[in-house]
């Protein structure tokens, strides 16, 4: 068990809404990530932090925001909600100590976009 | 650039082997293995670091070559519980930045 706890794990919302995904951990690691998986598109880097305030964008960051004010929290915001991003986004801590740099994931959370 | 799995799928009878492949483009410093069942988050097997380190995790072993730049995951006796998507991700030196592959589905019959 990672610590991690991811809220909520499923959400329907309207187009053009806005919408935030929470990550929490109980660790204090340093590093968090925000991934999307899509069939064909596997795992997407969104946006990735690596301490209070110090967060950097991935491969598709387009669309989304994030913020870092506490070690432990981790919060994804989609401005205005679009189809595109109906998906299943997963956070992901790495800890502070550990060989290479391997990745423990949080439970998902399955969001519909209509 | 993302490693390339092979092969996409595959469909094992209960104790049959299975050899996946994960290859790259760039140098490697390190392959992580995880498996995925459907529905639930990918959950970490084992780690490869540079130096052709094997690893084992159950019956499940897996080799690096770093030259070819290419891990193989290794599935003996395989178990009904081996089904799911196997995902490999690659990291090049500190990178803080996993790149994954699309993976490949294992299902295993009785």
């Known amino acids: 068990d990672a610590g991690i706890t991811q809220s909520p794990r499923h959400k329907v919302t309207e187009t053009g809404t806005p919408v935030t995904l929470r990550c929490h951990q109980t660790?204090?690691?340093?590093?968090m990530y925000w991934y999307r998986q899509d069939p064909g598109h596997g795992l997407r880097l969104i946006h990735y932090?690596?301490?209070?305030?110090?967060?950097d964008k991935g491969e598709v960051s387009d669309g989304y925001s994030v913020s870092r004010s506490k070690t432990e929290d981790f919060l994804l915001t989609l401005e205005s909600a679009t189809s595109s991003q109906t998906s299943v986004y997963f956070c992901?801590?790495?800890?502070?100590?550990?060989?290479?740099?391997?990745?423990?994931f949080g439970e998902g959370s399955w969001l519909t976009v209509v | 650039q993302q490693p390339v799995q092979s092969p996409q799928a595959v469909i094992l009878r209960e104790g049959e082997d299975a050899v996946i492949n994960c290859s790259s483009s760039?140098?490697?410093?390190?392959v992580h293995w995880y498996r995925q069942k459907h529905g639930e988050a990918p959950v970490f097997l084992m780690i490869?670091?540079?130096g052709g380190e094997q690893k084992g995790h159950e019956k499940i072993s897996a080799s690096f070559n770093e030259k070819k730049q290419q891990s193989s995951l290794y599935l003996t006796a395989s178990q009904l519980s081996y089904s799911g998507t196997y995902f490999c991700?690659?990291?090049?030196?500190?990178?803080?930045?996993?790149?994954w592959g699309l993976g490949t589905s294992l299902a295993v019959n009785p």
């Open positions: 991700g690659t990291g090049a030196g500190n990178n803080r930045k996993l790149i």
């Open positions: 760039k140098a490697l410093y390190s």
């Open positions: 490869l670091l540079k």
């Open positions: 660790e204090n690691h340093r590093y």
């Open positions: 932090s690596y301490g209070v305030k110090d967060t």
């Open positions: 992901a801590i790495r800890p502070d100590r550990g060989s290479g740099n391997t990745i423990y």
